[in-house]
């Protein structure tokens, strides 16, 4: 059984700082890319970022680009998300997800490609 746990929300003004983490088991995760996603109320989940299964291959959404930096520890099962210099728009909440396919050889944007995600983190900006 998969199992996803993040941890480090909460509130910060703008301008600040939050790292999230995301605990994983029940898969060989040093063998799946990860990724973070986020849902504002009354929005679609989007994507934030994804870093692939050995850490080498990152990519980010423009909107956090610059600002928020994906990483991860294999030894540690865990993937984290710093996130640097929050606006307002950042508020919302943070899933991360574990790819659904073993090595997939291009890391994915799109949240069909996903296949377990953790309960969410509250991350609220304020002005």
């Known amino acids: 059984q998969v199992q996803l746990v993040e941890s480090g929300g909460g509130l910060v003004q703008a301008g600040g700082s939050l790292r999230l983490s995301c605990a994983a088991s029940?898969?060989?995760?040093?063998?799946?890319?990860m990724g973070w996603f986020r849902q504002a109320p009354g929005k679609e989940r989007e994507f934030v970022a994804v870093?692939?299964?050995?850490?080498?291959?990152?990519y980010y959404a423009e909107s956090v680009k610059g600002r928020f930096t994906i990483s991860r520890d294999n030894a540690k099962n865990t993937v984290n998300l710093q996130m640097n210099s929050l606006i307002p728009e950042d508020t919302a909440v943070y899933y991360c997800?574990?790819?659904?396919?073993?090595?997939?050889?291009?890391?994915?944007?799109?949240?069909?490609?996903?296949?377990?995600w953790g309960q969410g983190t509250q991350v609220t900006v304020s002005s």
């Open positions: 997800g574990i790819d659904a396919i073993r090595n997939r050889p291009v890391i994915q944007t799109v949240k069909a490609a996903y296949d377990y």
């Open positions: 870093i692939s299964s050995g850490g080498r291959r990152k």
């Open positions: 029940g898969r060989t995760f040093s063998s799946y890319a």
